[in-house]
């Protein structure tokens, strides 16, 4: 790593994703590591009815658990025909214990029935959530809920005596000390008939951008980047660390 990388901690457990984002975010001055290389525990329930409320969800849990400057996506594949199903529940498509190859079965299954290009068109979304120190906090440094609820307690804002409460309103000093950001990227195109390529992960063997021949597995990672809703995203992200 170069000596000035800022690290970068991705919420997830995927090593896909991991290298995935370190491909787009080479030569920008960060280094991500996964979430899963500091705790065991990173299974974040994720109860949000939308993809933003289930990136902060999981971002903020990445940052105060390591302290570091954490970011977390939530992607959803909308197919018109599906009425934008699955979307935010795309991950856990065919149930809590189906994984990927039983996303894109079931998905297969639902659009049996659509059989032109335009019967199948769709959507990958991604929102992506940043949170890290406040930059203009004059500390440089963020809480993360370290003081005690006793402590807490001893606020002139606190009722005395109120745990629970205190505890709540030191949350929201913490995270008004937090730099957070949302970033948004879409990438159109449709669901083919049958899997194609062995790259990528998720719905990509059964994913065509618009404008592409290919699948987003049957692509270089390069271009696949370049167009992806994920690399969209974080042109964006990449913009506004810049400014």
């Known amino acids: 790593m170069h000596q000035r990388d800022k690290t970068l901690v991705l919420a997830t457990g995927n090593p896909a994703k991991v290298r995935e984002l370190n491909e787009l975010l080479d030569g920008h001055g960060w280094k991500v590591r996964a979430l899963s ?3 065991e525990d990173i299974d974040v329930e994720e109860t949000g009815n939308t993809l933003e409320e289930n990136a902060e969800i999981k971002a903020r849990f990445a940052f105060e658990t390591t302290g570091l400057p954490s970011l977390a996506d939530d992607t959803g594949l909308e197919v ?3 009425s934008g199903r ?3 529940h795309s991950a856990r498509y065919a149930g809590p214990h ?12 639902e659009l049996a029935g659509a059989t032109g290009p335009a019967q199948r068109t769709a959507r990958f979304r991604t929102v992506l959530i940043f949170i890290g120190p406040d930059p203009d906090n004059s500390a440089g440094v963020i809480s993360t809920g370290s003081q005690s609820a006793a402590q807490a307690e001893n606020d002139p804002e606190d009722d005395p005596g109120q745990t629970a409460n205190a505890e709540q309103k030191q949350r929201n000093r913490d995270r008004k000390q937090q730099h957070i950001r949302r970033f948004d990227g879409v990438c159109e195109g449709q669901i083919i008939t049958q899997e194609r390529g062995t790259g990528g ?3 990509d063997p059964l994913f065509v951008p618009e404008g592409y021949d290919e699948t987003f597995a049957e692509m270089e990672p ?15 992200f990449l913009k506004d660390m810049a400014g």
């Open 201 to 203: 992960f998720g719905y």
């Open 98 to 109: 189906g994984g990927s190859e039983q996303n894109r079965k079931k998905l297969l299954e």
């Open 86 to 88: 699955p979307g935010v």
């Open 222 to 236: 390069a271009l696949k980047n370049s167009i992806s809703h994920r690399g969209r995203a974080l042109q964006k």
């Open 80 to 82: 018109d025909a599906l």
């Open 37 to 39: 290389e500091f705790t």
